[in-house]
């Protein structure tokens, strides 16, 4: 008896670490995201979605931070076969989609106007709607 309950002993609590992030240099795809949040900001081209787990909120870049972003993801895209074209417009995700775009950034170009979204995990934050 006291050998099924010594394998469920309790773990220990191991206090959270609040250390910043050790962070790299991202000159090139850091400023093609960098680029395209601030036009968005700028633009006040934002909005917010959720599903039953995650909030998120998406800023959508459109004009010249869009296409760099576009023509950025060209090689990747390809490489991971995620580009699709579909209803004349050309989708360039950062991942292969399996069902819908939450949660994934894109670009999306339709032969005339380029447009990016990026995606930015808030959490349970953005339920509260602070005033």
């Known amino acids: 008896m006291l050998a099924a309950c010594a394998g469920h002993a309790p773990t220990p609590t191991v206090p959270a670490n609040f250390a910043g992030v050790p962070t790299e240099s991202s000159p090139v795809v850091g400023a093609l995201y960098a680029n395209c949040l601030a036009a968005a900001t700028a633009a006040q081209h934002y909005g917010e979605a959720h599903d039953h787990d995650t909030h998120v909120l998406l800023f959508t870049c ?11 993801l060209a ?6 076969r995620s580009e699709v074209v579909r209803d004349g417009r050309t989708y360039r995700p950062t991942q292969v989609v ?5 949660g994934v950034d894109y670009c999306v170009f339709d032969g005339t106007t380029y447009a990016c979204t990026v995606t930015v995990n808030v959490g349970r934050f953005l339920e509260s709607k602070p005033q």
């Open 98 to 102: 399996k069902h819908d775009l939450f």
């Open 62 to 72: 459109g004009g010249e931070p869009a296409k760099a972003f576009y023509d950025g």
């Open 75 to 80: 090689e990747y895209t390809a490489k991971i």
